[in-house]
């Protein structure tokens, strides 16, 4: 993949576990017509440094998961399709690294579509304050997708599990919920748990790489990309960054307990949608209950959706009863409904706090088709969500407040 003569020219590195791979760094910023380098010398050893880093722990914990037929999810041996060394096209480098101040954002995943994998993009300011979106960029890379909440969601959870103290978009080092309760509580004051309840989470599934992230917040409400709009605001497309992050993380960590959420339902779930260079698919709906089912037990995206807003109206509105504040319900239509419902009664019987009254006028009944519930069966959750519903939500910071999106 590498040879000497090839590393012994400027800006090019040998990366990767094994250092079988070759990355080549561009620092070109420009002024008119004149050309200089936008970071310091020792600013690009840092940067090659974090690099390479951070690689060989996206490289490790892709290599780590596995999916429903026990396959990890990238092969630590293929990283990517071996690079030509012979004939009349000889890429010197599988990475194509760019900083600059010419790009606003970070961008690999629209690259990777439009078939120029290991085309990276990162502004130079955010290289230069260390906040360089570097681990997010390599899951578009290594483990691209062709349904951009997934995608997104993925690189979004990663960079943040990995390595959390880095500060970069969207969270900043924020929990992802709390960029969702900041949104919400400035955004839809009267009522922030109703906006929740309202996310079109259906739509913003069937969303394809390299579409831009869009989520209607019921009827009217629409944030993030819009039509003639090129340059939808930042805080709605950061916004959108965070609930798919989060979304993610509650599939990976199984915070309720829950037997069908593990690593290796969504590896088989995010393998089923491959980006294809130039081709739009963001995958067949049906494709979460066959993925998510086990025991003659099946969950549809629409119902993982319902979790997922369950466990975050216990999370962000907890501390309403926890400081003696008013009661804050989930709107009647989705209290009534059974998946949410039972994990609203299983997180109020793990933690002792009943944040949300569950407003149910009917007995939830037992869907005739399986004999029980989904949720019947389901153990107890985990010791880390009872210590995140203790905590008290952090409130907005500088660093949340900031507006440079990737891609």
Same mark, same amino acid.
């Given at each position: 993949?590498?040879?000497?003569?090839?590393?012994?020219?400027?800006?090019?590195?040998?990366?990767?576990?094994?250092?079988?791979?070759?990355?080549?760094?561009?620092?070109?910023?420009?002024?008119?017509?004149?050309?200089?380098?936008?970071?310091?010398?020792?600013?690009?050893?840092?940067?090659?440094?974090?690099?390479?880093?951070?690689?060989?722990?996206?490289?490790?914990?892709?290599?780590?998961?596995?999916?429903?037929?026990?396959?990890?999810?990238?092969?630590?041996?293929?990283?990517?399709?071996?690079?030509?060394?012979?004939?009349?096209?000889?890429?010197?480098?599988?990475?194509?690294?760019?900083?600059?101040?010419?790009?606003?954002?970070?961008?690999?995943?629209?690259?990777?579509?439009?078939?120029?994998?290991?085309?990276?993009?990162?502004?130079?300011?955010?290289?230069?304050?260390?906040?360089?979106?570097?681990?997010?960029? &390599?899951?578009?890379?290594?483990?691209?997708?062709?349904?951009?909440? &997934?995608?997104?969601?993925?690189?979004?959870? &990663?960079?943040?599990?990995?390595?959390?103290?880095?500060?970069?978009?969207?969270?900043?080092?924020?929990?992802?919920?709390?960029?969702?309760?900041?949104?919400?509580?400035?955004?839809?004051?009267?009522?922030?748990?109703?906006?929740?309840?309202?996310?079109? &989470?259906?739509?913003?599934?069937?969303?394809?790489?390299?579409?831009?992230?869009?989520?209607?917040?019921?009827?009217?409400?629409?944030?993030?990309?819009?039509?003639?709009?090129?340059?939808?605001?930042?805080?709605?497309?950061?916004?959108?960054?965070?609930?798919?992050?989060?979304?993610?993380?509650?599939?990976?960590?199984?915070?309720?307990?829950?037997?069908?959420?593990?690593?290796?339902?969504?590896?088989?779930?995010?393998?089923?949608?491959?980006?294809?260079?130039?081709?739009?698919?963001?995958?067949?709906?049906?494709?979460?209950?066959?993925?998510?089912?086990?025991?003659?037990?099946?969950?549809?995206?629409?119902?993982?959706?319902?979790?997922?807003?369950?466990?975050?109206?216990?999370?962000?509105?907890?501390?309403?009863?926890?400081?003696?504040?008013?009661?804050?319900?989930?709107?009647?239509?989705?209290?009534?409904?059974?998946?949410?419902?039972?994990?609203?009664?299983?997180?109020?019987?793990?933690?002792?706090?009943?944040?949300?009254?569950?407003?149910?006028?009917?007995?939830?009944?037992?869907?005739?088709?399986?004999?029980?519930?989904?949720?019947?069966?389901?153990?107890?959750?985990?010791?880390?969500?009872?210590?995140?519903?203790?905590?008290?939500?952090?409130?907005?910071?500088?660093?949340?407040?900031?507006?440079?999106?990737?891609?």
């Amino acid at each position: 993949m590498w040879s000497g003569e090839e590393c012994a020219t400027p800006g090019i590195v040998r990366v990767g576990k094994a250092g079988d791979l070759v990355a080549s760094f561009d620092f070109g910023g420009r002024t008119g017509r004149h050309s200089y380098p936008c970071v310091s010398p020792v600013q690009q050893i840092k940067f090659q440094e974090d690099f390479k880093e951070q690689l060989e722990s996206v490289q490790a914990e892709l290599s780590a998961y596995r999916d429903r037929d026990n396959n990890v999810w990238l092969s630590p041996d293929a990283l990517l399709p071996p690079r030509a060394t012979l004939g009349p096209y000889r890429p010197r480098s599988d990475f194509h690294i760019f900083v600059s101040e010419a790009y606003p954002r970070s961008k690999a995943l629209v690259p990777a579509w439009l078939g120029q994998r290991g085309w990276m993009e990162f502004p130079a300011h955010r290289v230069v304050a260390g906040e360089a979106s570097i681990a997010h960029e &390599l899951v578009h890379v290594l483990f691209p997708n062709g349904n951009r909440m &997934l995608a997104e969601g993925l690189a979004v959870y &990663l960079q943040y599990k990995l390595f959390p103290k880095i500060p970069v978009y969207p969270n900043f080092g924020d929990r992802l919920e709390t960029v969702v309760a900041d949104f919400l509580r400035t955004n839809f004051k009267d009522s922030p748990q109703r906006a929740l309840w309202d996310m079109d &989470l259906d739509a913003l599934e069937k969303i394809s790489t390299p579409d831009k992230l869009s989520l209607r917040i019921g009827r009217d409400a629409v944030i993030g990309a819009k039509p003639g709009d090129p340059d939808p605001p930042p805080g709605e497309v950061k916004m959108i960054y965070a609930v798919a992050g989060s979304l993610v993380e509650f599939l990976l960590e199984n915070l309720i307990g829950d037997d069908l959420l593990t690593e290796k339902n969504f590896g088989t779930l995010y393998k089923s949608t491959p980006l294809r260079p130039l081709e739009r698919d963001s995958g067949d709906p049906d494709r979460w209950r066959a993925c998510y089912q086990a025991d003659g037990i099946s969950y549809s995206f629409t119902e993982l959706g319902l979790l997922w807003k369950t466990y975050m109206h216990f999370i962000l509105f907890s501390q309403s009863v926890a400081e003696g504040k008013a009661k804050i319900p989930i709107p009647r239509q989705y209290a009534e409904i059974p998946v949410v419902a039972m994990l609203h009664k299983k997180l109020n019987d793990m933690t002792g706090l009943r944040s949300v009254p569950a407003g149910m006028r009917t007995k939830a009944k037992t869907p005739a088709t399986t004999g029980r519930h989904p949720m019947e069966h389901r153990v107890s959750a985990p010791r880390a969500l009872a210590n995140r519903i203790g905590e008290k939500t952090p409130t907005r910071t500088a660093k949340t407040g900031k507006s440079v999106y990737v891609a």
